[in-house]
Structure formats: structure tokens, C-alpha cells
Nanobody
């Protein structure tokens, strides 16, 4: 399985950004895919996930309403739309995947290389 992120950039507070994850290497039926992030000096944390089959999303509580995850089954893509970005959103964002449909800290098994998002005040 390969996960390749793109879309990271340096932006201003209040801007929006969309991250993309291109997934390949197999079909993702019964998988969960999503995003984690790691800020400098902090542990990696869950951001959002989506079930491949039904497209059911889950979010980190503090990000609900600002971030939205989606997937394109036809093109094996996962997206993270980030709105009203804040300096504390600055981090490397990683695409991840898990078998079984539920992606979280314990189940993530496949990782991309990450894409940098920097938000300036």
C-alpha cells in the first residue's frame, strides 16, 4: 500500500487549504483512511478518518466544524478540507490507513510520508 500526500503549504491564519492523499497498491474495501498530524515537539495526533465503504467520517473533537474529510472511491483519493486555519494547526499532516474500516491511533498500519502545513498569524 502506498499513500502519497500533497497540498501542504504556508498560509495565513483564517485561510483554507485542502490536502490530498493518493492511495494505491490494493483495493480499499473494508479499510479506514484518514489523517493524523504532528506538530513540532508534540506527539502525533488523530485528525479525521473516513470509512472507505460508506464514507462515514469521524473527527478529533476540537476540529469538528473546521475540518472536513472526504473520499473519491473512483480515483482512490482521500481529502482533508481545512478551513479557518489557526497557527496551532501548524504540523506535518500524515495520511494513514487501517484494515477493518476503523482508523484510529491503535489501528493505523500504513502511513504516508507527510506534508507540511504552516499557518502564520
Amino acid at each position: 500500500i502506498q499513500l502519497v500526500e500533497s497540498g501542504g503549504s504556508s498560509v495565513q491564519a483564517g485561510d483554507s487549504l485542502r490536502l490530498s492523499c493518493a492511495a494505491s497498491g490494493r483495493t480499499f474495501t473494508n479499510f479506514g483512511l484518514g489523517w493524523f498530524r504532528q506538530a513540532p515537539g508534540k506527539e502525533r495526533e488523530f485528525v479525521a478518518a473516513i470509512t472507505w465503504n460508506l464514507g462515514t467520517p469521524t473527527y478529533r473533537d476540537s476540529l469538528k466544524g473546521r475540518f472536513a474529510i472526504s473520499r473519491d472511491k473512483a480515483n482512490n483519493m482521500v481529502y482533508l478540507q481545512m478551513n479557518n486555519l489557526k497557527p496551532e494547526d501548524t504540523a506535518v499532516y500524515y495520511c494513514a490507513a487501517a484494515r477493518g474500516g476503523s482508523l484510529n491511533d491503535r489501528t493505523a498500519r500504513f502511513w504516508g510520508q507527510g506534508t507540511q502545513v504552516t499557518v502564520s498569524s
